[in-house]
């Protein structure tokens, strides 16, 4: 087995990323601009305050501060009333318990990442949990998941991380882990090449799934 496996979050076990668009939408109509497809797929992957940062570069502080604010009350709010999951990730952790450390590292916000886990069901099950505000390099920087794995003492080659987006893959090859791209929620046409593997959705991934493709296709 894998000494561990990591999880992104949005696009990986929940699918917020229609919900991002819209709140990134208002944040650009609100500084006057318009967010174009092209210009979001570029954002997909990255953290809040790096993307809120890329959208309103001529903000100061304290302008940056409110728009922020009015972000994460509205984000906060929808994704309270329930999110939808990526078929098959819940029942993939819970599989994977007692078998390997697991983990979840996302760009999302402490408060985001724990209703997210309370919706998911699986506070009980993770050995670690890495946030926004865990960091201060958001993805294409692994450096996210280089902490988780310092955190579960794994060792990076035995490393499975399951992420959707450009950004998130790059940061778990440079953090030299095994990538498994999840397709099915895509909306945006990231590029996945990078990734090591690639499944539709978490539903086709179980333990002996994850042993076979660390140890090179033997269970």
């Not at 990591?6 to 929940?14: E, P, Q, S, W, Y």
């Not at 819209?22 to 318009?34: K, P």
């Not at 994704?79 to 697991?102: D, K, S």
């Not at 069901?121 to 988780?148: H, R």
Request: hydrophobic letters at 45%; one cysteine or more.
């Amino acid at each position: 087995m894998p000494d561990a496996v990591l999880f992104d979050l949005d696009g990986t076990l929940i699918n917020t990323e229609p919900l991002c668009q819209r709140v990134l939408a208002g944040v650009c109509a609100d500084l006057g601009t318009v967010l174009t497809e092209e210009r979001y797929a570029e954002m997909v992957g990255r953290s809040w305050e790096a993307v809120i940062a890329a959208l309103s570069p001529g903000a100061d502080a304290a302008e940056r501060a409110r728009i922020t604010t009015e972000a994460f009350a509205l984000y906060d709010a929808e994704m309270a009333l329930g999110v939808a999951e990526v078929p098959g990730g819940r029942e993939l952790i819970h599989a994977l318990h007692g078998h390997t450390r697991l983990g979840i590292v996302t760009g999302s916000t402490g408060r985001q990442l724990q209703i997210a886990i309370a919706q998911l069901g699986v506070a009980d099950v993770l050995q670690t949990a890495i946030s926004e505000d865990d960091i201060t390099k958001s993805k294409p920087d692994p450096q996210g998941y280089l902490m988780a794995i310092e955190r579960l003492g794994a060792r990076p080659e035995r490393t499975i991380i399951f992420e959707d987006s450009e950004a998130g893959i790059a940061a778990g090859k440079a953090a030299g882990c095994t990538v498994v791209a999840v397709g099915c929620t895509n909306h945006f046409q990231q590029d996945q090449s990078a990734a090591d593997a690639h499944v539709h959705d978490l539903r086709e991934v179980d333990p002996a799934w994850c042993a076979a493709l660390i140890n090179g296709g033997r269970a």
